[in-house]
């Protein structure tokens, strides 16, 4: 397996999901939240205990040197995504994992973006940016 130092034996937790996410919030549990890029982070994030990994369109600025989110595409979000979920899979990680759609994506065509992106990368949660009413 990728990422597994010899002889390191990590815990096995439950997988972290909605209705846990929710029971958590019940017992006004902490819920960690950390946005993750690639496959190292995402596994380093899970192995320290982190309940969600987000994979936002803030790679724009973090990894590619953007002035601002608002040029990143669906695709490079896929792409991200996909990293993070190797990363995760290989290590039958607990983290959730939920995904940004970028500015703009979600007003083009919401049928086609919202379910053909969760059929590209199939991450549990997809964050639309929808508005507030």
Do not use: W
Not at 3 to 22: I, N, W
């Amino acid at each position: 397996m990728p990422y597994q130092s010899p002889g390191a034996a990590t815990p096995q937790r439950p997988s972290v999901t909605v209705t846990s996410l929710s029971a958590m919030r019940a017992r006004s549990e902490p819920i960690a939240m950390l946005t993750a890029y690639d496959a190292s982070f995402a596994v380093l994030a899970d192995r320290a205990g982190v309940d969600v990994i987000l994979v936002g369109d803030s790679l724009g600025m973090v990894c590619q040197g953007r002035k601002s989110t608002l040029s990143v595409k669906l695709a490079e979000i896929v792409y991200h995504s996909e990293c993070v979920l190797r990363g995760l899979e290989a290590q039958a990680a607990a983290a959730m994992v939920i995904a940004d759609m970028p500015f703009g994506t979600y007003h083009v065509s919401v049928e086609r973006n919202d379910m053909g992106f969760a059929n590209d990368i199939g991450p549990e949660h997809v964050s639309s940016p929808m508005p507030c009413h």
